[in-house]
């Protein structure tokens, strides 16, 4: 696994909640989070094996209990810079995967995608098939990181973990020599410190 998707896992399933308050706040608010997310990757793997392996996408899936008291499924999909998809493809993939849970398991799932990389033009979220009169429409939340390049003041303020993680992200190109790089990663945790993060947090965060 690469460095780069395996440090997204670990950061996902650590602190899933902060995640989605911070990228996806109106899917947060339907959770209650007096009890844990299940994963079910090894579930997920098992069903997509074979489809796609070229991809440099993490995927997570888990369940987690509502305020009204059903279960969702969530699939979360970082598209890991370096991908190489079209926007097409990856709306399609999203799409199978979506319809592979519901047709293998019987459970609909809501599907989120987090984008890493820095094309401008790369702006999924829509798949839509015509055939013969009959049309399918799906369509799915997107994150995109590098549309936070023109809210670096918004992301400062925030005491969400993930402002850091994106500040992070947006700093990367920049950070060209060691002492630079240095300087950003001390920045960084400095923040996490003032910002009351569990040393846990800042741990994982320092470590991403």
Excluded at 68 to 74: A, N, Q, S
Aim: proline share 4%; with cysteine.
């Amino acid at each position: 696994m690469h460095e780069e998707d395996s440090a997204w896992k670990e950061i996902l399933q650590e602190c899933f909640e902060p995640f989605l308050e911070f990228f996806f706040p109106l899917v947060h608010r339907e959770i209650d989070w007096s009890r844990e997310p299940e994963w079910l990757d090894k579930e997920f793997e098992s069903l997509v094996r074979g489809v796609d392996d070229r991809r440099r996408i993490v995927d997570k899936l888990a369940t987690v209990l509502l305020r009204d008291g059903t279960e969702e499924w969530i699939l979360v999909h970082i598209a890991v810079q370096g991908g190489g998809e079209t926007t097409e493809e990856f709306n399609r993939r999203m799409h199978r995967y979506n319809f592979l849970i519901e047709a293998s398991h019987g459970r609909e799932a809501l599907s989120l995608a987090v984008l890493t990389g820095r094309s401008r033009s790369f702006r999924p979220g829509r798949f839509i098939r015509r055939r013969a009169g009959q049309v399918q429409i799906f369509k799915f939340p997107v994150v995109r990181l590098i549309d936070y390049e023109g809210r670096r003041e918004e992301l400062e303020d925030s005491p969400n973990p993930f402002s850091t993680v994106v500040l992070a992200h947006l700093e990367e190109p920049e950070a060209t020599t060691d002492e630079r790089r240095s300087e950003v990663r001390f920045s960084l945790l400095r923040r996490l410190y003032t910002r009351g993060s569990s040393r846990e947090n800042i741990m994982r965060l320092y470590r991403f």
